[in-house]
């Protein structure tokens, strides 16, 4: 079981050694703490939290301080094993750094998408727009006839219609993507591919075996 969290970090271009260049996303993943461990006779599910993002202490409630034995720990996530059993090696108070990924291997990546605000069904849902001439003026964005009417929905809006609305802030996950690097003196992973959020977003990371 391999997973970890970090920030999301600048992109670049990676090439190989047989002349491959990959655009590529660097994610810093400073080591992270087991702050628990789930038992089903005690939580009635199998789990192993970690925390990570060190912050200052008072930027932190007593509660989270005296869950993580007094680490100033910002985030916490949990990761249930497929076979329902605790994986052999971890222990309370381990610490988990980039060095468990190896290069080559596929990854499943999770972040919180960039917010882009209440937009329009052109840039929300890829919507053409209506024509640029025939005494069309102000209409070119517009979203056209929702139903109406006598319509297919008997005089409403269909449930489901694709309109305006508010855009990202949403969770992705993002599936087979390549390690490419492994850096644990700077505590870097280097990962093909564009990855959701924006800098300094906290991505998780999960080898696709333990999905």
């Known amino acids: 079981m391999k997973f970890i969290l970090g920030t ?11 002349g491959r260049a990959f655009a590529a996303t660097i ?14 006779e005690k939580d009635s599910y199998t789990a192993v939290q970690i925390g990570a993002g060190e912050t200052k202490e008072k930027r932190v409630n007593k509660a ?14 949990e990761l249930r094993p497929r076979d329902g059993n605790l994986p052999e090696g971890i222990e309370l108070g381990a610490a988990i750094d980039v060095s468990v990924f190896v290069v080559g291997e596929k990854v499943e990546v999770s972040a919180i998408s960039k917010g882009r605000g209440f937009q329009g ?14 005494g069309q003026k102000h209409s070119e964005r517009s979203p056209g006839s929702i139903g109406g009417s006598g319509g297919r929905a008997g005089g409403r809006v269909a449930k489901g219609m694709r309109m305006a ?35 300094g977003t906290l991505v998780e990371i999960k080898g696709m075996e333990s999905r």
């Open 165 to 199: 609305g508010r855009m990202g802030s949403d969770r992705v996950t993002v599936r087979n993507l390549a390690v490419l690097q492994v850096l644990p003196e700077t505590n870097e992973l280097v990962i093909a591919g564009a990855i959701p959020g924006r800098k």
């Open 8 to 18: 999301k970090g600048k992109m670049l271009t990676v090439f190989t050694d047989e």
């Open 27 to 40: 994610v810093n993943a400073a080591p992270n703490i087991v702050t628990q461990l789930k038992t089903p």
């Open 121 to 134: 069904v052109v840039k929300r849902h890829g919507f053409h727009g209506g024509p640029r001439s025939h």
């Open 64 to 77: 989270q301080l005296g869950h993580a034995k007094g680490k100033a720990l910002k985030h916490f996530r």
